[in-house]
Nanobody, 115 residues
Framework: QVQLVESGGGLVQPGGSLRLSCAAS????????MSWYRRAPGKEREWVAF????????SYADSVKGRFTISRDNAKNTVYLQMNSLKPDDTAVYYC????????WGQGTQVTVSS
């Protein structure tokens, strides 16, 4: 069955960095685009970043553009989100998502940006 397992979250000070990972299994990972989303406390889930199957195309929400970088390693079935210059507003649970006939989500990883 499809599994998406996020990791790499934690507590970081403003201006710091984190790298999130999402390990995928149960589908032909290298054939599909992947996305990262986040949900901040009391807010709706928000799309963060997208990467095409080959990694040749990426796109970002305006709120993270220039600070976050999405990448993937198809040999490891893993998608990453490098987050730099973190702000308190980036505090959220971060999820990776794969969409085929339906959407599949991981369990999420908590990112807290606080001094």
């Amino acid at each position: 069955q499809v599994q998406l397992v996020e990791s790499g979250g934690g507590l970081v000070q403003p201006g710091g960095s984190l790298r999130l990972s999402c390990a995928a299994s149960g589908f032909a990972f290298s054939s599909y685009a992947m996305s990262w989303y986040r949900r901040a406390p009391g807010k709706e889930r928000e799309w963060v970043a997208f990467i095409s199957a080959t990694g040749g195309t990426t796109s970002y929400a305006d709120s993270v553009k220039g600070r976050f970088t999405i990448s993937r390693d198809n040999a490891k079935n893993t998608v990453y989100l490098q987050m730099n210059s973190l702000k308190p507003d980036d505090t959220a649970v971060y999820y990776c998502m794969w969409a085929s006939l339906q959407s599949y989500w991981g369990q999420g990883t908590q990112v807290t940006v606080s001094s």
